[in-house]
């Protein structure tokens, strides 16, 4: 089982940026793909951006797309989530996960992933 692990979280203030990384324990073979999502208490899950580890297919959320970009790095098996003009909106845990997408049949369904990180909290103040 792959193990995950999310750094880069923090506070900054409305219109600021931030870079989260995603570490994985071991190389994602073909046909795997990591995404990021958040959660902030009491709301479900979001998915907010994914990649394929293989090919330069991605997908994001309405939310932040133009604003957030997802990009990985195979050799150093770590995938990053940059946002910009961040919003208070987007203040919530941030969790990368990993998985074939089959379970859950959507890149946006938690139960696509069976891999996931403990979490990173982000936080924007207005």
């Known amino acids: 089982q792959v193990q995950l692990a999310e750094s880069g979280g923090g506070s900054v203030q409305a219109g600021g940026s931030l870079r989260l990384s995603c570490t994985a324990s071991e190389y994602m073979a073909g046909g795997y793909y990591m995404g990021w999502f958040r959660q902030v208490p009491g709301k479900k899950r979001e998915a907010v951006a994914v990649?394929?580890?293989?090919?330069?297919?991605?997908a994001y959320a309405v939310s932040v797309k133009g604003r957030f970009t997802i990009s990985r790095d195979n050799a150093k098996n770590t995938m990053y989530l940059q946002m910009n003009n961040l919003k208070p909106e987007d203040t919530a845990m941030y969790y990368c996960?990993?998985?074939?997408?089959?379970?859950?049949?959507?890149?946006?369904?938690?139960?696509?992933?069976?891999?996931w990180g403990q979490g990173t909290q982000v936080i924007v103040s207005s």
């Open positions: 990649l394929s580890t293989i090919s330069v297919w991605t």
């Open positions: 996960a990993g998985g074939d997408l089959r379970s859950g049949g959507s890149w946006t369904a938690p139960d696509s992933y069976s891999a």
